[in-house]
């Protein structure tokens, strides 16, 4: 993760609204975060909303078969999980934000399953791009064993090749927004969350 020092962001803005600020000074605070929470329908909603989220991708990650299908990830096997990946400004949103949105939307202590969806396509995991994000992942881990004083099933592996899901995955929530409201419902998400989380449940906003 990229810190600024406190002068830089106001020097910057002065820049860019001139038009002088060079195009790798602008990027440097796009950045990209990958989480596996299950079934990826639910886990766009709690990001789409908040402050320097450009986009969420529902996709599949972690493993070795080219070009998966949903048909194919769904059956297991594949090493794939179902994930999100969220790109975002890092100046507008720490990760360590988009962290505490995520353990606030899974069930971190299910194995190779998130409610009602079970295989290892629907673990929970944290999919580490740079060593920064992997020390951030590792210290809220840690944060979250003490908090529950038990074992915390998610794991913390390196990002691979990202695959973007069928488009009609992407935004289902939107798109389908009575059948999501059901199958949400229907699986217990809610109500599982509720009870790991308690008023925490779907993370906090950050707007």
């Given at each position: 993760m990229?810190?600024?020092s406190p002068l830089r962001p106001f020097t910057l803005g002065v820049l860019a609204a001139a038009g002088l600020a060079s195009?790798?000074?602008q990027?440097?605070?796009?950045?990209?975060?990958?989480?596996?929470?299950?079934?990826?329908w639910c886990m766009e909603p709690p990001y789409d909303n908040q402050p320097g989220v450009s986009a969420t991708i529902s996709g599949y990650i972690g493993g070795e078969l080219e070009n998966p299908t949903y048909e194919e990830i769904s059956q297991g096997g594949t090493g794939h999980a179902e994930v999100v990946q969220i790109e975002y400004d890092s100046e507008q949103i720490s990760y360590e934000q988009l962290l505490e949105i995520f353990w606030r939307n899974i069930d971190p202590f299910a194995v190779d399953r998130q409610f009602c969806d079970v295989g290892d396509q629907y673990r929970s995991a944290i999919f580490?791009?740079?060593e920064a994000?992997?020390?951030?992942?590792e210290a809220s881990k840690a944060e979250m064993e003490a908090r529950f004083d038990r074992?915390?099933?998610t794991q913390i592996v390196p990002a691979t090749k990202f695959w973007p899901a069928e488009e009609y995955h992407q935004d289902y929530y939107q798109k389908n927004p009575v059948r999501y409201k059901f199958y949400r419902y229907s699986c217990g998400r809610d109500g599982r969350l509720e009870e790991v989380w308690g008023e925490e449940a779907g993370g906090p906003s950050f707007e």
């Open positions: 990229i810190r600024l195009p790798s000074l990027a440097q605070s796009s950045a990209e975060a990958t989480f596996a929470g299950g079934c990826f580490y791009h740079d994000q992997r020390e951030l992942a074992e915390i099933a």
